[in-house]
């Protein structure tokens, strides 16, 4: 049973958990690096303990001090968060091995999703279908440039381990081919400890859809509809919205049950996400698993009014799912836009220290706020300092409220990309739904350079 969850994680993610366990009547304890003293989830927590210096392979990705502080705080279970240990299965099976209930699917089944070439096999055989590519590793650029010669360009190169859009990159010849592939499986070597990369096809045009699902430890699976993620920049999604404005009716069935088939065939246990490209004729294909909860879940709850997080510590409790796939309706439309201290015209990060910070408030907003006023934003981490979330009973109406919504939204001290959003959401072809993974070089740049 669990009373008392260790949350391995910080920012908004963490108080998020927090919010969840407080309200369910669990304990929670927070874990710190030196950087994020005075972070809000740090005093949103029943107790806190510090791990150690900013740096996050001496703090959040310390596994043996996360363990420690597991121990001496007596906790039952942990929650891994998003990012930093979330998808490490190494981490996983130590939390069960010292008796811990480990808030996520086995270590088995996260190692086996975690590796992109083998959930690309794992997905085959389960008849999903796949883009283009490669069926194993790359090993050197010779091969590379081979391969490329099978499935033309433009193709995307990618490291097998990770996600976040690290070690990923869209080549165009066999120049920017070679160049590319040793850097980024460099890249990929150190941020993950493992530089193995493949190649797929670059499906122009796609868009990025993802289902979100629940299983049980007794079988049961179900979606929770789509998300669309199209919007991106440097590969990291920045607008995502659910439902998709996209794809029918039909394709969202088919596509729920296509999630919910894999999902059975791995023996998936908890919260994931089974992440699609979809092309023009609506055609799918698997792109990759997140075996954790995604940053964008909130949009999920919002057009479901379920808690995910909720349902992620009762499954994690040994309970069956409560909710049955014919009763789950889709009610009304939300956005999500992610807030980064970033310039929002380079997207480099922007560190420095936030003077005064107003969120907007309202009904059909909500807030996930890593930061406040009087903050320091620190070049360790991940520069998103929160989340604006608005929901409406329409696309149309959604979108109104989200720009009444950032015209109210002020930072100050830091530069952030609120200039990028208002763009974007103003712009004709999101309106129109046109929200394609070519969204920010095709219609955001340009509009750019000609101011």
Known sequence: MINKVLIANRGEIAARVIRTCKKMGIQTIAVYSEADQKAPFVALADESYLLGPPRVNESYLNTDKILQIAKRADVDAIHPGYGFLSENAVFAQKCRDEGFIFIGPASEIMQKMGSKIAARKTMQQAGVPVVPGTEGGVASVEEALQIAKGIGYPIML?????????????????????????????????????????????????????????????????????????????????????????????????????AVKAAKAIGYTNAGTIEFLVDENENFYFLEMNTRIQVEHAITEEITGL??????????????????????????????????????????PSPGHITTMQAPTGDHIRNELAVTSDYDVTPFYDPMIGKLIVTGETRQEAISGLKTALESYHIDGIKTNIPMLKAVIDHDQFKAGNTTTAFVQEYYLPMIKTN
């Open 158 to 258: 990618k490291a097998s381990a990770g996600g976040g859009g690290i070690g990923m990159q869209v080549v165009q010849s066999d120049a920017e081919l070679a160049k590319a592939f040793a850097s980024n499986s460099k890249r990929a070597e150190n941020f993950f400890g493992d530089g193995a990369m493949f190649m797929e096809k670059k499906l122009e045009h796609a868009r990025h859809v993802e289902i979100q699902i629940l299983a049980d430890n007794d079988g049961n699976a179900v979606h929770l509809f789509e998300r669309e993620c199209s919007i991106q920049r440097r590969n990291q999604k920045v607008v995502e919205e659910a439902p998709s404005p996209f794809i029918s009716e039909k394709t969202r069935k088919k596509m729920g049950e296509t």
């Open 307 to 348: 808690d995910i997080v909720e349902e992620q510590l009762n499954i994690a409790n040994g309970k069956a799912l409560t909710i049955d796939q014919d009763t789950l309706t889709i009610k009304g439309h939300a956005i999500e836009v992610r807030i980064y201290a970033e310039d929002p015209v380079t997207f480099y």
